[in-house]
């Protein structure tokens, strides 16, 4: 199994990092024809316009959109849910996203930089006691189509949600050294 993680700006290492804790195969993407081989894709934390405009430059748009029909699961964390999701609310003028995943997310809902904190999470199926999710500039999902599922809340918001094949994350699950939602990825969500 080859799971291939955005690596143009953001936290891409640190997945990288768990991705090979777990024992799974992992792919630094930089360019589209590399996700040929993917079964998932992991699109990380990092600053979502940024992200946005490097993936229109190298052609991500299409790529990545044509891979999801074809079978390859994603996963966004922070950043990354902005750009899967189908609304994004107070994002800058006209910024894009794949429009993937039926959930409107608000970027920086959670405040600025100075706002950073860590949380205790109870997330639905994951095995285990609580999750420390750290949240960074974090966007929350402020509505779920019905075919998704909130796995999580802090707050009375929606910081974790999975539609099929489709995974969104507030926060930083790659940077507390846990593998749990790297694991369910890679075997529940990448699998189903
Ligand atoms: N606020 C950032 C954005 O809009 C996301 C922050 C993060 O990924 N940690 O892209």
């Known amino acids: 199994m080859q799971i291939g993680v955005l690596a143009l700006q953001g936290a891409f290492r640190e997945h990288i990092m768990m991705l090979e804790a777990i024992e799974v195969t992992a792919v630094a993407v930089r360019l589209p024809e590399q996700m040929s081989d993917l079964c998932g894709l992991i699109i990380p934390g990092g600053e979502s316009t940024a992200i946005a405009k490097l993936m229109e430059t190298y052609g ?3 790529a990545i959109s044509q891979q999801h029909g074809a079978g390859m699961a994603v996963w966004g964390t922070c950043a990354g849910a902005i750009l899967i999701a189908k ?17 409107t997310v608000r970027r920086n809902a959670f405040g600025r930089q100075k706002d950073s904190f860590v ?3 109870d ?3 994951l095995p285990g006691e609580g999750f420390r999710g750290v949240f960074i500039r974090a966007p929350w999902i402020e509505w779920v189509g019905k075919g998704v599922d909130a796995l999580a809340k802090h707050d009375g918001a929606i910081v974790a949600a999975r539609q099929g094949d489709l995974l969104a994350t507030s926060f930083h699950p790659e940077l507390t050294g846990d593998p749990r939602i790297h694991r369910y990825f890679a075997q529940e969500v990448v699998a189903s």
């Open 123 to 125: 997330i639905n199926h």
């Open 60 to 62: 991500f748009y299409d």
């Open 119 to 121: 949380a205790d999470l």
């Open 87 to 103: 609304e994004v609310l107070d994002g800058i003028g006209g910024q894009r996203s794949l429009g993937l995943m039926d959930i």
